[in-house]
């Protein structure tokens, strides 16, 4: 069974940083793609950087230049680096994983979920 395990959120004043981590277990096959998602009250889940095996990245235009996403391979984790945060980051922040096959497709797992708010 996939599991997703969070670390890192918290509270943080407005120009603060956090760094959040999530490892992955039970996976057999290749996660090419890894992110994090973030939901606020009352918004919809949107997604907040994701990064491929490879190391291409993709970032929301709200936290360009100041969250950085990175991962580990081999220990199937992958970190965001959240700095300058402002209030509007305060969401609960969710790491997703994309295991995938040739044959068989790509799943999609998530993990419980980490609050961080950024108090001003």
């Known amino acids: 069974q996939v599991q997703l395990v969070e670390s890192g959120g918290g509270l943080v004043q407005a120009g603060g940083s956090l760094r959040l981590s999530c490892a992955v277990s039970?996976?057999?096959?290749?996660?090419?793609?890894m992110g994090w998602y973030r939901q606020a009250p009352g918004k919809q889940r949107e997604l907040v950087a994701a990064?491929?095996?490879?190391?291409?990245?993709n970032y929301a235009d709200s936290v360009k230049g100041r969250f950085t996403i990175s991962r580990d391979n081999a220990k199937n984790t992958v970190y965001l680096q959240m700095n300058s945060l402002k209030p509007e980051d305060t969401a609960v922040y969710y790491c997703?994983?994309?295991?995938?096959?040739?044959?068989?497709?790509?799943?999609?797992?998530w993990g419980q979920g980490t609050q961080v708010t950024v108090s001003s």
């Open positions: 039970g996976s057999t096959l290749r996660i090419n793609v």
């Open positions: 990064i491929t095996s490879g190391g291409s990245t």
């Open positions: 997703n994983a994309k295991p995938s096959h040739p044959l068989l497709g790509t799943y999609d797992y």
